[in-house]
């Protein structure tokens, strides 16, 4: 039954637009958040591809328990979107013998924090089937996750541990920022036969978050990144976005923290070039290169630890390439060396104030 | 029957708006199941796994051998345990509702698992509970107000504001820290078990997991260790149905019985009625013994049903039907062990009102106690600097710069 369920026609509700390939904005765009447009994308693939198949624990029936592929169980069948047991290995290596079987999976964890039982299938498995194999063989997985802090999660609901899966040779790595982006780039991530995992900060699902936890929330509505075309759009892989142009500095970042950058430089009062890196690996050198040698100041940001941590990298990228532009040493802003805390969690979050400090540490250096 | 191969999805017997069905559990009649002596031979016993221990029948009294032949006095302080168990929970859900708690996950309808189990054990033997078995934690002496200061990340929190609300610890009374990560204590009560026997003691160890965490591989490697080195520990399975929004039969429930899982591996399983405190208590006394003997490990799964939703953030309407609850065969834990006393001649609704009353002064009050050390929101706060603690035994010096970074900017800030 769900078989035949599962032989979508291309004229399929979801997938309103056919021009495959075309990175044109459709005519109809809507207001969605980013739990609306990551279940866009999984509606839009499914629809148009039938050996896409999405798996995860609470995906199915329930619609996952961040409402991702709500209802996308009933629509394309339970062949489609299935229900996985509580194993995060399990999950993944099932994800890779589907994908080497010629189906394209998107496998869900339901929290960052929880994909380690699955990082050997990931590192010793996804990531090097190409490469061992000579090409022979491979597994276009995409596995997303939701991750990062500000919601009271304690240290098993907040990690964001995307500098692990960077350290990995093959595997591609993306943390988005807003509904537009998400919505592409997790196309992009499904169509891609490389393997992508796709963290998408769950503090910004509902709407953009400055980093202020007094204020009242705000939704997706009034961003302009919160329009989002119904239909099939793709945001490449492997390109990162300057969201705001700036002359003082450049702030190279990703997922929450864009926003709560974009605040603090405003209320720093500096003209800063705002980079959000989006894809985090393969990394887009030459975007940061062109800014930061214009701008001559850096400060890089993000919410997970400091040492080790994908700031490092992109540190050392700047350095190299903008080496005899830099009027300043680059300056980090990450959370802090240790678990994510429960209590002291706007103490550990690199808030509007930590980032406003780094900034003006850039620029007073003569 | 098909004649190729298909994709069996699981699907529960009953949804939202469907009439409760739990005839997909096989059930023996109370007293039905023989107790074997507790250095049995794994291999003569395996028809434990499949059936199901039980003490109480349906007229309230204790039948067959397994009865444990309790004290009145035990009875009813095991009694006490379940509805101050209860009485915790539904304050602790009603203060996550109000914004006092940031998050809380309760045992309602399981609460037998815990405190059944809890009775059977010596002050020694180290336990490695889950999340929903805050019963051992009250019941081993960890006080309402230590919890509740805990779920409040107040100045008085145990984890010292490090854990979202129910992961408590208590190593003077051996219960170990509870993880969110599901099964991953599974293995470490294994080596806990294999440390004791490594250094001649007669304590041992025992673990908790649910049905759906079955499906994890600490789990199964648990078993492979338990197995091969012979460890004195008791596993547990508590099967109350539901993980999340998916049903047992997500983690195999479909096929066999949980307590099957380690027969392939010569682990003696025993399926157990997990609201009948009389039966719970039963087969982990009769475990401990054969694990303190040097017989070796013991798979218990305690068949019951997750009375409330998964945790504050989920809700089971979307998933199961409402009234499932109340259809399950195996009946309310406190209920049933009220209406034993009761047929004995030991209880009644009288008593059983007022013992509601007491537990919920007692946890009310401790409350009022708890609140005033603080929470999120109000003072007394922990230290800041407590955040720095605890990653390592010594505070590396990038550390103490990390944190003097911090005070400066907060002192600063004023």
């Not at chain 1, 961040?66 to 995060?88: M, N, S, W």
């Not at chain 2, 591989?217 to 998916?246: C, E, G, R």
């Amino acid at each position: 039954m769900s078989a035949e369920k599962s032989a979508v026609s291309p004229m399929s509700p979801g997938s309103s637009q056919m021009n495959s390939g075309s990175r044109q904005m459709n005519p109809g765009s809507r207001q969605m958040n980013m739990i609306q447009a990551i279940h866009s994308a999984h509606d839009v693939m499914l629809g148009r591809d039938p050996s896409v198949v999405v798996l995860g624990q609470d995906v199915g029936y329930f619609g996952g328990v961040f409402r991702c592929t709500d209802g996308l169980q009933e629509k394309y069948g339970e062949h489609r979107v299935i229900d996985a047991p509580i194993a995060e290995g399990g999950i993944i290596g099932v994800a890779i013998g589907l994908g080497v079987n010629g189906l394209r999976p998107v496998a869900e964890i339901q929290f960052a924090d929880y994909i380690y039982p699955g990082f050997d299938q990931v590192v010793s498995e996804l990531a090097r089937l190409r490469y061992r194999s000579a090409g022979e063989f491979f597994s276009p997985v995409t596995i997303r996750t939701p991750c990062g802090g500000g919601i009271r999660g304690g240290q098993t609901h907040s990690q964001s541990p995307e500098a692990i899966f960077t350290h990995i040779s093959g595997v591609k790595t993306v943390m988005v920022s807003n509904p537009y982006d998400a919505k592409g780039l997790l196309i992009s991530a499904i169509e891609s036969d490389d393997p992508v995992v796709f963290f998408e900060p769950k503090r910004i699902y509902n709407g953009p978050f400055d980093g202020d936890p007094d204020k009242p929330a705000v939704s997706w509505a009034a961003h302009p990144k919160g329009q989002v075309p119904e239909g099939y759009y793709t945001v490449p892989l492997g390109k990162a976005e300057v969201v705001e142009q700036g002359s003082d500095l450049t702030i190279i970042t990703y997922g929450t923290i864009v926003h709560v950058a974009q605040a603090a430089a405003r209320r720093a009062g500096v003209s800063a070039e705002i980079i959000d890196v989006r894809t985090l690996m393969p990394l887009d050198v030459e975007t940061l290169r062109e800014s930061v040698c214009k701008t001559g100041r850096c400060l890089v940001a993000h919410e997970a630890t400091r040492f080790c941590g994908y700031g490092a990298e992109l540190v050392a990228t700047v350095q190299k390439e903008c080496f005899w532009h830099l009027e300043a040493p680059i300056s980090r802003v990450t959370g802090w060396d240790t678990p994510y805390p429960h209590a002291f969690e706007w103490q550990y979050f690199p808030v509007q104030q930590r980032l406003i400090d780094g900034i003006k540490k850039v620029m007073e250096t003569p | 029957m098909s004649q190729q191969p298909y994709l069996h999805i699981p699907r529960p017997t009953a949804r939202p708006g469907d009439k409760p069905d739990f005839s997909y559990l096989k059930l023996s009649p109370a007293g039905e199941v023989d107790r074997p002596a507790t250095d049995a031979r794994a291999a003569d016993i395996e028809h434990l796994a499949l059936k199901l221990v039980r003490v109480l029948d349906d007229d309230h009294l204790a039948k067959g051998p397994w009865d444990p032949g309790l004290d009145t006095e035990t009875l009813v302080k095991a009694l006490r345990w379940m509805v101050l168990n209860r009485a915790y929970d539904e304050r602790m859900q009603r203060m996550q509702r109000q914004g006092k708690v940031t998050f809380y996950i309760q045992s309602l309808g399981e609460e037998a698992v815990s405190i059944g189990a809890g009775l059977a054990f010596e002050d020694g033997d180290m336990l490695f509970p889950a999340y929903r078995n805050q019963g051992l934690y009250l019941m081993r002496g960890t006080g309402l107000v230590e919890m509740m200061c805990q779920c409040l990340s107040n100045s008085r929190d145990m984890c010292k504001g490090r854990q979202m609300p129910i992961f408590y610890q208590n190593s003077k009374k051996n219960l170990f820290t509870i993880s969110g990560n599901l099964a991953t204590q599974y293995p470490q009560a294994v080596g806990w078990a294999m440390g004791a026997a490594i250094k001649g003691e007669r304590h041992i160890a025992a673990s908790w997991v649910g049905d759906g965490s079955t499906a994890e591989a600490d789990f199964h490697y648990a078993l492979t260790f338990a197995a091969v080195y012979n460890a004195p520990v008791i596993l547990n399975v508590t099967n109350n149905q539901w993980a999340i929004s998916t049903f047992q039969g997500f983690a195999g429930g479909e096929r066999r019985p949980f307590a099957a899982r380690g027969l392939g591996l010569g682990i003696p399983g025993i399926r157990v009625d997990g609201n009948d405190l009389l039966a719970v208590y039963a087969v982990t006394r009769w475990a401990a013994t054969r694990a303190r003997a040097g017989d070796g490990p013991t798979l218990i799964e305690l068949v019951t049903y997750r009375g409330g939703a998964h945790s504050t953030s989920d809700d089971p309407s979307r998933y199961r039907p409402k009234d499932e609850w109340k259809a399950f065969p195996l009946g309310d834990p406190v209920e049933r062990l009220k209406q034993h006393l009761a047929r004995l001649g030991h209880w009644s609704d009288e008593q059983h009102k007022a013992l509601e009353e007491e537990m919920k002064a007692l946890v009310a009050e401790a409350w009022k106690e708890a609140i005033s050390y603080g929470s999120l929101t109000d003072p007394p706060f922990l230290d800041v600097s407590l955040m720095f603690e605890d990653v390592f035994a010594e505070m590396p010096d990038y550390l103490v710069a990390q944190r003097d970074k911090l005070l400066a900017m907060q002192r600063q800030q004023g």
